[in-house]
């Protein structure tokens, strides 16, 4: 009998995605920053209280906030011990340190009460990662890293339209970042976004995004030309992919009701392995939200027994 393959995720398909898709072909604009990537800005803007900037991925977004950061060879970087690749090498490629926490026993975030007796005289930054689109404990977070002068980073790539007392994911550090990856609850295919909390840090940000030019105030008509001024690379994402975002922030609430549904159905029918001693299911902090990003379960992987 042939196995049955289960897929790891299936993107949301429906909306308007085809006809934006066709629109972008059709004006001869594919490139990125036109009027699907404005009309992505505009509300993630709203969403957030923040400017936000589009990105190729939440990898690239993780890597301007590292280069927004000054992060240079030596600084240490303190993250979770679980996260995914990305999360490191952003500041791994700007010759930090690394230096990983522990996770709490009952949710696997950072956690914040480990991290005071890791800190050095060369902490530059706290990159918490929100796993599973559940929040970490922000308020000792921050009292941390206003205490010693440390930036945060919120590693928010699987917490879009999460919150931690009612305040959304990515908004609580100096940047966010979030990916719009396939598997994400809304996608681009492949994306991400820049959260950047103080208005300050916007201009550079935005020179970054264009390859270290200012080439977005001369499409603004702020400047006669446009030229080569910073560091930065090529990370702004196309209008072919912002299009595609855009269809699924138009039907976002019925993207997200879906994947809470799921969510849910998991978490109910699976509580009879949870009662027997087989699995341990997520436990919700009283401060956060479920999102519906992802669904695991934790096993006892010394036991020889099958579920």
Known sequence: MKEMQIPFNRPFGKGNAI???QEVL????ISGNGGFTNKCHSFFNQFYSAKTLLTTSGTSALEMAALLTDINPGDEII?????????ANAFLLRGAKIIFADVCNEYPNIDSTKIEELLTDKTKAIVPVHYAGVACEMDNLTRLSENNNLTIIEDAAHAFS????????GSFGKFGILSFHETKNITSGEGGLLIINNENDFQRAEILWEKGTNRSSFQRGEIKKYEWID????????????????????????????RLEIWHKYFNELKILQEKGKVILPQIPEYATVNGHLFFLECDSKKSETI
């Not at 059709?26 to 604009?29: E, I, L, P, Q, V």
């Not at 993250?79 to 999360?87: A, G, K, L, Q, V």
């Open 162 to 169: 999460a919150s931690y007392k009612g305040k959304p994911l």
């Open 19 to 21: 006809v934006y898709l």
């Open 231 to 258: 560091i930065g690379s090529s990370f702004l994402a196309s209008e072919i992919n912002a299009a595609l975002l855009y269809s699924q922030i138009e039907i976002v609430d019925e993207i997200q009701k879906r």
């Open 79 to 87: 993250m979770p011990s679980f996260t995914f690749i990305s999360t």
């Open 26 to 29: 059709s004006s001869g604009h």
